[in-house]
């Protein structure tokens, strides 16, 4: 069965913190992709990968960074967390992005900067 | 810029009525198009999804959309809802932009069926 994990269901950090969102599947996938889910507002798309070490904007990546090591484990970070970033954060994957392949969602990660 | 809209942010309907969720996409070329639903408390799963050919898509749970070109839409539909329809439902398009393909998201419509 498919799967995607997030290490955290529910996160609270302080204003200024660093902040580690962490991503495993376990499908093979090429494709990672982390968005941020607002209410009224949708899925916004904040950066995806399509190998290992690579990395691309999304449509928001102001404030946040990437890091991929691994094929499998896609980590979101938060350089210097603002109260802004209050959100759930949702991880997804895919087997190609040449041709569109489904996306498969992780549970998400509800995170509150106070 | 590419968007898709959703003219429905909620809808409260009773179990057994109809269902038509409105979504418009402004997109001039090839298109892919998606429909995922969030049930309380769990993933986003997909619901449906067209790509070509019979533009009456059929989907999980009795759900079905059409796609109507010239209208830029793709109206999701069930003829009879249950309780366990209650959720937020997310219509998607494919963006095929510096070679990869990425999804652009409306901004979601909770339903709500009371029993």
């Known amino acids: 069965d498919v799967k995607v994990t997030q290490s955290s269901r529910y996160l609270v950090k302080r204003t200024g913190e660093k902040v580690f969102l962490e991503c495993v599947q376990d499908?093979?996938?090429?494709?990672m992709f982390w968005y941020r889910q607002d209410p009224g507002l949708g899925l916004r798309l904040i950066y995806f990968?399509?190998?290992?070490?690579?990395?691309e904007k999304g449509d928001i990546p102001e404030g946040y960074s990437v890091s991929r090591e691994k094929k499998e484990r896609f980590s979101l970070i938060l350089e210097s967390a603002s109260t802004n970033q209050t959100s759930m954060y949702l991880c997804?994957?895919?087997?190609?992005?040449?041709?569109?392949?489904?996306?498969?969602f992780g549970p998400g990660t509800r995170l509150t900067v106070l | 810029a590419q968007s898709v809209s959703q003219h429905n942010h909620h809808v409260i309907l009773s179990e057994a009525a109809s269902l038509e969720l409105g979504c418009n996409y402004s997109?001039?070329?090839?298109?892919?198009l998606f429909w995922y639903v969030q049930y309380p408390g769990q993933h986003l799963q997909l619901l449906l999804k067209y790509f070509s050919g019979d533009p009456l898509v059929k989907g999980i749970k009795g759900f079905e959309a059409e796609f109507i070109k010239s209208k830029f839409s793709f109206n999701l539909r069930k003829p009879s809802v249950q309780w366990s329809d209650t959720a937020e439902y997310f219509c998607a398009v494919t963006l095929f932009s510096g070679g990869y393909n990425k999804l652009i998201f409306g901004a979601g419509t909770r339903l709500a069926v009371h029993p």
């Open positions: 499908m093979d996938h090429e494709n």
């Open positions: 990968s399509y190998d290992v070490k690579m990395k």
């Open positions: 997804a994957s895919s087997a190609s992005s040449k041709s569109y392949n489904e996306q498969f």
């Open positions: 997109y001039g070329g090839t298109v892919n």
